[in-house]
Nanobody
Framework: QVQLVESGGGLVQDGGSLRLSCAAS????????MGWFRQAPGKEREFVAA????????YYADSVKGRFTISRDNAKNTMYLQMNSLKPEDTAVYYC????????????????????WGQGTQVTVSS
């Protein structure tokens, strides 16, 4: 079983920055492919960014490409999402997700590919 705990959400003005963290426990972190998703009120959960188990490969949704950066520190069992140039449309609950891969170097952008989810952290961008 993998436990995921997000932190770092909050209220920020249009154009501001936030860094989200996702701390993982319960399994060797380097055996997990990780991802960030978000869900705005009244909308379906959508993919934001993904990273493979080593951190060497990343993938982004077009809506955040160039503004958000996903990274991980396997020594600290933690994944990050640096969010810059935030816009009101980025307002959502952000979730981290993990998939047990063990040896695969793939990343995953479909929510159905992930086995474990965090509880979410609210990000609100005011205009």
């Amino acid at each position: 079983q993998v436990q995921l705990v997000e932190s770092g959400g909050g209220l920020v003005q249009d154009g501001g920055s936030l860094r989200l963290s996702c701390a993982a426990s319960g399994r060797t972190f380097s055996s997990l492919a990780m991802g960030w998703f978000r869900q705005a009120p009244g909308k379906e959960r959508e993919f934001v960014a993904a990273i493979n188990r080593s951190g060497g490969s990343t993938y982004y949704a077009d809506s955040v490409k160039g503004r958000f950066t996903i990274s991980r520190d396997n020594a600290k069992n933690t994944m990050y999402l640096q969010m810059n140039s935030l816009k009101p449309e980025d307002t959502a609950v952000y979730y981290c997700a993990a998939r047990v891969v063990v040896y695969s170097g793939n990343y995953y952008y479909a929510s159905r590919e992930y086995h474990y989810w965090g509880q979410g952290t609210q990000v609100t961008v005011s205009s």
